[in-house]
């Protein structure tokens, strides 16, 4: 069974600070996506990452993935308030259709 | 704005009641698929549906019962529920069934839903 582990669950931080939040999961997979949820809201897909060493970046986040160590990373970089928000990460079960969410990082950004 | 589009947003209903939540895109998205989510928690996954036909059923009590009428609707039908089953639903879509298309899933705002 694919589990996916965020890290940590939750963040508070300061703006202007650096930041990375870790997503790990279990088995073997080559699709891994990053979403943002706003209290209340829907989820907003913020990048797709399909292959090892993938990096991409829009604004003020970076998102990576290493399959060989079964990991991504989310690096915020000069945090702003309007970055609050809960992160989840997602992994895609190999050979299926089935996306595991991770718990969610639930990220505070203070002025 | 999302371009997938779920009514209604809440919903208040008693455990004896029948109702359904519906789900659109025009995205041209042949994969549709339910999510519950409780507060706090990650979205888990319901059904899928494939080219309009159930895929994928993660042992959901047969008081939520899915449709596809067509690629661009889905709907969830809804009897008998408890209180436990309060939450947000959340319809997404996407381009093709995920293991053949790397596109990310695109998701409604979702309904609240709560029962009484």
């Known amino acids: 069974e694919l589990k996916v582990e965020q890290n940590p669950l939750f963040l508070s931080m300061q703006e202007g600070k650096n930041y990375t939040i870790y997503c790990n999961y279990s088995?073997?997979?080559?699709?891994l996506y990053w979403y943002r949820q706003d209290p209340g809201k829907s989820l907003e897909s913020l990048f797709v990452?399909?292959?090892?060493?993938a990096v991409k970046q829009e604004g003020r986040l970076m998102a990576s993935l290493d399959t060989k160590a079964r990991l991504s990373t989310l690096h915020i970089t000069a945090a702003v308030h309007d970055l609050s928000a809960t992160y989840f990460c997602?992994?895609?079960?190999?050979?299926?259709?089935?996306?595991?969410f991770g718990q969610g990082t639930r990220l505070t950004i203070n002025p | 704005d999302t371009e997938v589009t779920q009514t209604p947003k809440h919903l208040v209903m008693g455990m004896t009641n029948k109702k359904s939540l519906k789900c659109e895109q025009h995205?041209?998205?042949?994969?549709m698929y339910w999510y519950k989510q409780k507060a706090k928690k990650p979205p888990e996954l319901m059904f899928v549906?494939?080219?309009?036909?159930?895929?994928i059923n993660e042992s959901v009590p047969s008081r939520f019962s899915p449709e596809c009428p067509n690629s661009s609707l889905l709907n969830l039908h809804l009897h008998a529920l408890q209180p436990e089953d309060s939450a947000l639903y959340l319809c997404?879509?996407?381009?093709?069934?995920?293991?053949?298309?790397?596109?990310?899933?695109?998701f409604g705002d979702g309904t609240r839903l709560s029962i009484l």
């Open positions: 997602a992994v895609l079960i190999q050979g299926a259709q089935k996306l595991v």
């Open positions: 088995t073997t997979s080559d699709r």
């Open positions: 995205m041209g998205h042949r994969a």
């Open positions: 549906y494939s080219y309009e036909k159930l895929s």
């Open positions: 997404a879509s996407s381009q093709d069934p995920p293991a053949a298309q790397p596109g990310a899933q695109h």
């Open positions: 990452l399909l292959s090892n060493g």
